[in-house]
């Protein structure tokens, strides 16, 4: 499935990504880790801990209907992988942030502008391996 | 005031992921695609958001204390071990099968797509799954153990 190359909006929304990251430091002290966030919605440790991540959860789901309010179109979601391999994926993708202790934001943005040795090191191996998996999926499977 | 923020935070971002191409798992894939259809697009979203949180956090976290908590909870851990390797390993692994990773995934949910749903609730039963592993491997608690001594 080919898609566009979007260098300015990609990069417009990388930088609403760090602000986001930042006022979450600024406002309520915690890493912008949507693996964490996640994981602590799910296992609460009391409601004001709680309350938060819902909130934030919450706004992350809005921002589609908010682009579709302000453009009238939803942004593209093209998934060109069967609902097994959406399955599987879920599954690992779970397993695989819970003992790797975060994902692209927590680690990938967060935990490197932090410098982060341990981020460092976690970005490295889920970059590589995502790598290795598409060019063996595409190249040598030939999905 | 406290929710009010955490909510609009979570508008930006999920607003950055959706402009950006990270909610898109075909842009993401074809990012993982270097020896096919190459779109280097994500090299801008990492790098934008990269950059913008490293020159943020060096004026937020020389602050005492975030303005709605007492401190700044940031892990202190430096110890790569194998739990962090093997996971972030597994992870990559998932990320380069369907092209979701959490953080764009759950913005994508607002747009109501069951390939979202079905992805979503795979990874809830991960993380889960997961949890109660780890609780059930890790060693008893001082306190604990001491109660069996």
């Known amino acids: 499935m080919e898609t566009v190359f979007t260098p300015l909006a990609s990069l417009t929304g990388g930088i609403l990504i760090g602000i986001a990251a930042i006022l979450l430091m600024l406002l309520h002290g915690r890493i912008a880790g949507a693996t964490g966030i996640l994981a602590g919605a799910l296992m609460p440790a009391g409601f004001a801990d709680w309350s938060w991540r819902v909130a934030m959860i919450a706004g992350m789901v809005t921002a589609p209907v908010a682009i579709w309010l302000l453009s009238g179109a939803m942004p593209a979601v093209q998934v060109p992988v069967s609902t097994l391999a959406l399955v599987i994926s879920g599954l690992i993708v779970g397993v695989g942030v819970t003992f790797g202790s975060g994902c692209t934001s927590g680690h990938g943005v967060c935990g490197m502008a932090r410098l982060s040795p341990r981020s460092i090191a976690a970005t490295l191996t889920f970059m590589a391996t995502a790598f290795a998996t598409v060019y063996v999926a595409r190249h040598v499977l030939g999905g | ?149």
């Not at chain 2, 950006?20 to 270097?34: E, I, Q, Y």
């Not at chain 2, 996971?87 to 092209?99: C, T």
């Not at chain 2, 913005?107 to 990874?123: D, K, M, N, S, Y």
Request: charged share 10%; hydrophobic share 55%.
């Open chain 2, 1 to 149: 005031m406290r929710l009010l923020s955490a909510y609009l935070i979570g508008l930006l971002f999920g607003l950055g992921i959706a402009l950006s191409g990270m909610a898109n798992p075909a842009k993401v894939l074809n990012f993982f695609d270097l020896a096919g259809s190459w779109d280097p697009s994500l090299v801008f979203v990492m790098g934008g958001a990269l950059v913008t949180t490293f020159i943020g956090y060096r004026f937020v976290l020389k602050r005492p204390a975030p303005l709605f908590g007492e401190r700044f909870l940031v892990p202190t851990s430096t110890r790569i071990d194998m739990s962090l390797i093997g996971g972030s390993a597994a992870f990559g692994l998932g990320w380069g099968i369907a092209g979701f990773c959490p953080g764009g995934a759950l913005p994508a949910l607002g747009t109501g797509r069951i390939e979202v749903i079905t992805f979503v609730a795979a990874l809830i039963v991960g993380i889960l799954a997961s949890r109660v592993v780890m609780r059930l491997s890790r060693p008893a608690p001082p306190t604990a153990s001491a109660h069996r001594a």
